[in-house]
């Protein structure tokens, strides 16, 4: 190795090796100290180029073997980095965010296996799908990483959409004195996909908001219907800078207006002051006989619990909110009572169907809860707080994308290999077969059935003809439960002639049948003229904290409710 190198350990123009063995060591040493890294491509026999794996940085050298010495010398070098140095346990992510952004800039919307196929072919080896996904992310991120700049760029975005999906957006903003920009305050969009999938969804839909992270706290609010195998299946978004009256009232209405008119449909929501004075309002079209409105137990117990710092009053409300008997919820609404005189009154500003299970006549498909875990998982990108508005819409188009050829293709080869129904209700016939409770079963009046267990202790009543038992299961899920599934065997029944259509294989299919269309090049995104140039929302300080009101307590403890032992539920 040449000894001029040895002595200050720099490379430069002229240095000779006696071989390209000798210079990629010395290469590879100088990165080493620099914590850098660079690929080498060998263009032709003895004739070498180095390139930083960063592709926006400059640095590279050239090297040959020279006829006049028979050395390999540096004969072009650009130097030094014009990138960080970059930790050694991270250079392989840094190196596979490098290269994805390249394609990131042109394609944002390329989705995962055309960026592994993009790899494969350009690299030379597979990366893994969660590899791609995390490269991606990151390359979005720095894509799209100016918070300020990305109110300007989501306009664009959205029309892009737009254009190539059919994308419908409704924008909230601040209009300054010169028309020409505006504060931004809220977004508001939906796919045709999901538009057209959830007439083959059950006549339900959930909303809820989320608090974003960032240079700017505002809110995320979703609305999403649930696929024939309880998943839920993403129908609207909105980001808003804040959540209120008008806010919920440009939210709801926009899904009434833009995304379904059906009937009878169920609305699951929290049961918070804005939402509730909204649906109420004169001729709002979430009020009977368009909707039905029903809250989440969860939100309501933590609002009660807000009210009234008890856990034991708390779990009193949960339990007579979840039992299907109604004799259990009177008996659980005089604990109440008897405990809490304010308590009770504090519930029958709502009335009992909005949140008793035992009251709901199946309209809520036995959906007590919102999983808001499940609920926000096709929003990933929203939940990072380095990910601006822009790059996590982009995100949500691909995992949107992802969710739909997945379901789509996952329910095809069901039904290609001769099922009919979805997972619940096959893991409700796997559960009846490997039961190891016995049922009897006895016959009553009017095609009604006493089902029991061998000791007697417990028994429910069956009517195959209404799809009801006394357990409160049949008519919740709308599907036979245990003891109705024991009185089709007993009667040699077919049990599936009692689940409900929406149940099918068929329907979850077609929810999923819609495709989404390429995206044009960044080069190609039109230029917005209906949205003025949108700028950063201005957002109000929060209030001052303020300390919890005093606990409402009888004994002088927080004592926890236990559930009724008459009868247990199998």
């Known amino acids: 190795m040449s000894s001029l190198w040895l002595d200050d350990h720099d490379l430069r123009v002229g240095l000779c090796f006696k071989g390209g063995g000798e210079l990629k060591k010395a290469v590879d040493w100088c990165s080493l100290k620099g914590q850098q890294k660079c690929v080498i491509r060998e263009t032709a026999k003895d004739e070498y180029i180095f390139e930083c794996i960063r592709w926006k940085c400059k640095w590279s050298l050239g090297a040959a073997r020279m006829e006049k010495h028979g050395l390999v010398e540096i004969i072009k070098y650009t130097g030094p980095h014009t990138c960080p140095p970059v930790d050694p346990e991270d250079i392989k992510s840094e190196f596979e965010a490098d290269e994805i952004e390249r394609v990131v800039r042109v394609k944002p919307t390329q989705t995962v296996a055309e960026l592994k196929k993009w790899w494969k072919n350009k690299i030379g080896y597979e990366l893994e799908t969660s590899d791609v996904q995390s490269a991606k992310m990151e390359a979005i991120k720095r894509v799209f990483g100016d918070w300020d700049q990305s109110f300007e760029d989501l306009p664009k975005l959205m029309s892009v959409f737009h254009s190539s999906n059919g994308l419908l957006v409704d924008w909230k903003y601040h209009l300054f004195p010169n028309p020409k920009f505006a504060s931004f305050c809220g977004v508001f969009w939906a796919f045709p996909q999901s538009i057209e999938g959830f007439q083959y969804c059950r006549p339900l ?145 709502f009335s009992q169907n909005q949140w ?91 095609n009604t059935f006493q089902v029991e267990t061998p000791s007697q202790k417990d028994e429910w009543i069956v009517q195959l003809s209404n799809c009801t038992c006394s357990c409160g299961e049949f008519q919740r899920c709308k599907f036979p439960c245990l003891h109705a599934l024991a009185v089709c065997k007993k009667l040699k029944f077919n049990p599936l002639q009692y689940v409900d259509d929406c149940y099918t294989l068929e329907l979850l299919k077609r929810t999923y049948a819609a495709t989404f269309s390429p995206v044009p090049e960044i080069s190609a995104w039109p230029k917005v003229s209906e949205v003025p140039r949108l700028l950063p929302p201005v957002i109000p300080p929060p209030p001052p904290a303020q300390s919890p009101p005093p606990a409402n307590k009888v004994s002088g403890t927080k004592r926890r409710a236990t559930p009724r032992t008459t009868k247990k539920k199998s």
């Not at 908001?209 to 696929?227: E, P, R, W």
């Not at 449909?265 to 368009?290: F, K, M, R, Y």
């Not at 050829?405 to 290999?417: M, Y």
Request: aromatic share 12%; glycine share 6%; net charge negative.
């Open 205 to 349: 839909i959930v909303v809820d908001t989320k608090n974003l992270n960032g240079k700017y706290q505002m809110k995320l609010m979703i609305a999403s219907g649930v696929d024939a195998a309880n998943n839920y299946f993403p129908l609207a978004f909105a980001v808003t800078k804040e959540v209120s009256t008008d806010i919920w009232r440009w939210f709801l209405t926009g899904i009434r207006e833009k995304v379904t008119q059906r009937k009878h449909l169920c609305l699951i929501s929290s049961p918070h002051p804005d939402i509730v004075a909204v649906i109420n309002e004169p001729g709002s079209l979430w009020q009977e006989p368009w909707a039905y409105h029903k809250f989440c137990l969860s939100h309501l117990c933590s609002q009660f619990n807000n009210a009234f710092q008890d856990y034991y009053l708390e779990d009193l409300v949960k339990l007579a909110g979840s039992t299907s008997k109604k004799e259990e919820f009177d008996s659980f609404m005089k604990d109440i009572k008897k405990y809490n005189l304010e308590a009770q009154n504090w519930l029958d500003q």
């Open 356 to 446: 008793a299970l035992a009251h709901d006549n199946g309209q809520r498909y036995g959906i007590m809860e919102i999983d808001t875990t499940s609920l926000f998982a096709v929003c990933k990108g929203f939940g990072l707080a380095d990910h601006v508005v822009t790059g996590s819409v982009l995100l949500l188009f691909d995992e949107l994308r992802s969710s739909f050829d997945k379901s789509f293709n996952c329910s095809r080869s069901s039904l290609n290999c001769g099922d009919v129904y979805t997972k619940p209700v096959l893991d409700k016939l796997g559960e009846f077969r490997t039961s190891s409770v016995t049922y009897i079963v006895m016959p009553l009046d009017n």
